[in-house]
């Protein structure tokens, strides 16, 4: 019979938002010829819980564990074959996944670059359709489920991938060419119409006008994202991952494209607060919904192979932060005993300057009960360890992993964009023989 207990800090689970049958599709370039597919199944998102003071909410993250355990990506669901180093030349429309990569597979054919494999998540399919000419490095935008649109060095090109139109039929169309080049390129959405894409650089945004297939210059002001931003039906706004340095980590919203005054940031920093993990790249995945939900995939590195003496070192400094602050956080000597007993614990306590708030919290009497005593548990010391490194400096080595983030969007009282406490984060180990051009590259990443 399954036991009745619960953790310390665990809460009833909520209930589960809109389950469908939609995966998150991870590419990389780990596979001697190409690309390996991986499918993940998201946890269920959470509702809202307003209902919980902001102090309540503090106490049961100190409560529950920092770290999330770094799991294995699951095996790969296909292999393409394909240039490897080039990520960014995926895109997905409807429920098929393409790759623009330059193609010589068919060495006798007459024009080897025209080979574009189309993979179909549901079928678990591959079939084969028409690839752009020469390639250079096309920015790929997908509007609506049929039709992904690339701008290129010196053009602009459609492919419709309706699903009547027999594959041999299928081929890439000429648009009138861009007003800017896609190196210059800082972000881009689609409008809510499905009708015109907007496109930014630096200085400047401009409109393609699917219909009239015309461009024209929207404003003399850039979209206040960075990359991709996403229309949310929901909440009838635009949402992407914030340009601002000030706001780095947090989304931005606005309700019109080109409109700087409505700008306005989230409430959260959405990127790893871990001091253990760097923030690499990012790239946010819209999962829709009627309480709009995200994924944001977030590629951080770790330093592994830190001394003994470096380790001690940052927990001496993090006692000191501690002293400064009035906090009482009576576990960090057991920390600190637990690196010099050489387990190799390296871990962080990333919210211990608001154990002065928790304390009151618990004093004020609103069922807490006994003293403060979870910072020392906050490091999840029970994580991976750490090597000790080749000398008394330490040899260090960095690896990679997907920090997934998913959670669903609302506005607050003060019409504030709030994720409302409903983030749930997961991690998992990049592949090993993944190339360096992916950690640079955004993560490839799709909601299928």
């Known amino acids: 019979m399954p036991s009745s207990k619960r953790s310390r800090g665990e809460r009833d689970a909520p209930r589960a938002l809109e389950p469908t049958g939609q995966h998150l599709y991870l590419i990389f370039d780990d596979w001697p010829w190409g690309y390996s597919i991986r499918k993940l199944k998201l946890p269920p998102r959470s509702p809202h819980q307003p209902s919980l003071r902001p102090l309540e909410h503090r106490r049961l993250r100190l409560l529950e564990p920092r770290r999330p355990k770094h799991k294995p990506l699951p095996p790969p669901c296909i292999c393409l074959e394909a240039t490897r180093h080039l990520p960014f030349l995926f895109a997905a429309v409807g429920t098929d996944i393409i790759a623009v990569h ?3 597979d068919f060495l006798n054919a007459l024009v080897p670059e025209c080979i574009l494999p189309i993979f179909d998540v549901r ?8 690839g752009l000419m020469c390639p250079g490095a096309p920015i ?5 489920d049929e039709d992904v649109f690339a701008l290129d060095l010196d053009c602009f090109r459609m492919l419709s991938m309706n699903p009547l139109c027999p594959l041999h039929n299928l081929s890439w169309c000429d648009l009138p060419p861009p007003p800017l080049r896609n190196i210059d390129v800082t972000s881009f959405a689609v409008d809510s119409d499905g009708q015109t894409i907007f496109i930014s650089t630096d200085r400047a945004t401009f409109a ?3 219909v009239q297939s015309e461009w024209k210059q929207s404003s003399y002001s850039s979209l206040p994202f960075t990359g991709p931003a996403n229309y949310v039906h929901a909440l009838d706004i635009f949402v992407g991952l914030s340009k601002a340095p000030d706001t780095y980590g947090h989304l931005c919203f606005c309700r019109k494209l080109g409109d700087d ?5 989230s409430k959260e920093n959405l990127f790893s607060k871990d001091p253990a993990e760097s923030h690499v790249c990012a790239t946010l995945v819209y999962l829709g919904g009627s309480e709009p939900g995200f994924c944001l995939v977030e590629c951080v590195s770790i330093t592994e192979g830190k001394s003994v003496n470096m ?12 002293d400064e602050e009035g906090g009482n956080c009576g576990e960090l ?7 010099d007993e050489g387990d190799g614990a390296y871990g962080s306590i990333p919210e211990c300057g608001e154990l002065d708030e928790l304390k009151k919290f618990v004093d004020e009497g ?10 020392g548990e906050l490091d999840g010391l029970e994580e991976e360890f750490v090597d000790e490194g080749d000398d008394a400096s330490g040899s260090m080595h960095y690896r990679y992993l997907y920090r997934l983030t998913t959670f669903s969007l609302s506005f607050d009282s003060n019409g504030d964009l709030t994720t409302g406490e409903t983030c749930v984060v997961q991690c998992y180990k990049v592949p090993e023989g993944v190339s360096d051009a992916s950690y640079l590259a955004n993560p490839v990443a799709f909601w299928l």
């Open 123 to 130: 079928s678990l399919g591959v079939k084969f359709g028409p």
């Open 366 to 375: 609103d069922g807490a009960s006994g003293s403060v005593q979870e910072c």
């Open 102 to 104: 330059p193609r010589n």
């Open 140 to 144: 790929l935008i997908t509007v609506g």
């Open 333 to 339: 000597d057991h920390l600190k005993m637990n690196v």
């Open 261 to 265: 005054e409505n700008v306005r940031p």
């Open 208 to 210: 393609f006008d699917i």
């Open 311 to 322: 380790r001690l070192e940052e927990c001496d400094q993090l006692v000191k932060s501690v």
